[in-house]
């Protein structure tokens, strides 16, 4: 039981270069997540999936693009990366229900130059 | 507008001492409270969590307290050990329908001195 993962840990682009970050989960949750931390700046949600099929802009949503491929994936995606993107990538993962507990993947550390 | 409030960017404590972690929020539609830990080159891991219809909740050496009226929480750490030197998350939640996202705050980093 792998819980949530992230690929790749570590990322290094050009401006004006794409790149999608994978994320899959095995815990059979309905809901998926993506933030990005920036020092100083907390977790910002930047696109949520409440459900297989659906996807939803979170706080920080402009350049990027998301896909729930099925339930166990949801995959977030960079058409043209800016240095403004540099960050740290995380996915989560929950049951959607009235818990909330959200179980984060290791990260993916994105550097745009 | 920062709706989650960590105010201490940073705590230092004494091993064996009590770590205590505070947290203010300002939308009272907020009904479930989270905390997360955080090591570095890691992600968030879930510690523990309360409803608003409680105003404790225990959790071994972690327990966490709500006061609703003045829209505060506190997690406290009793007693503090090395290993619980992190960054430490508070996190609000209100219902929105069949999901819930999460309102988090900016962390507060905690060191536990041997």
């Known amino acids: 039981n792998a819980g949530v993962t992230q690929t790749p840990k570590f990322q290094v682009l050009k401006t004006g270069q794409s790149m999608t970050l994978q994320c899959a989960q095995d815990?059979?949750?309905?809901?998926m997540y993506w933030y990005r931390q920036d020092p100083g700046m907390g977790l910002r949600l930047i696109y949520y999936s409440a459900s297989e099929g659906t996807t939803d802009k979170g706080e920080v949503p402009n350049g990027y693009n998301v896909s729930r491929l099925n339930k166990r994936e949801f995959s977030l995606r960079l058409e043209s990366a800016a240095p403004s993107q540099t960050s740290v990538y995380f996915c989560?993962?929950?049951?959607?229900?009235?818990?909330?507990?959200?179980?984060f993947g290791p990260g993916t550390r994105l550097t745009v130059t | 507008d920062q709706q989650v409030k960590q105010n201490s960017p940073s705590l230092s404590v004494q091993e064996g001492r009590i770590s205590i972690l505070n947290c203010d929020y300002t939308n009272s539609m907020f009904d479930y409270f989270l905390w997360y830990k955080k090591y570095p080159a890691e992600g968030p891991t879930f510690l523990i969590s309360?409803?608003?219809i409680k105003d404790k909740n225990e959790d071994g050496r972690f327990t966490v307290f709500l006061n609703k009226s003045a829209k505060h929480l506190s997690l406290h750490i009793v007693p503090s050990q090395p290993g619980d030197s992190a960054v430490y998350f508070c996190a609000a939640s209100a219902n929105a329908g069949n999901n819930r996202k999460l309102i988090w705050g900016l962390g507060t980093s905690l060191a536990v001195n041997p």
């Open positions: 309360i409803s608003s």
């Open positions: 815990m059979n949750h309905n809901s």
């Open positions: 989560a993962s929950s049951m959607g229900l009235a818990g909330g507990e959200q179980y």
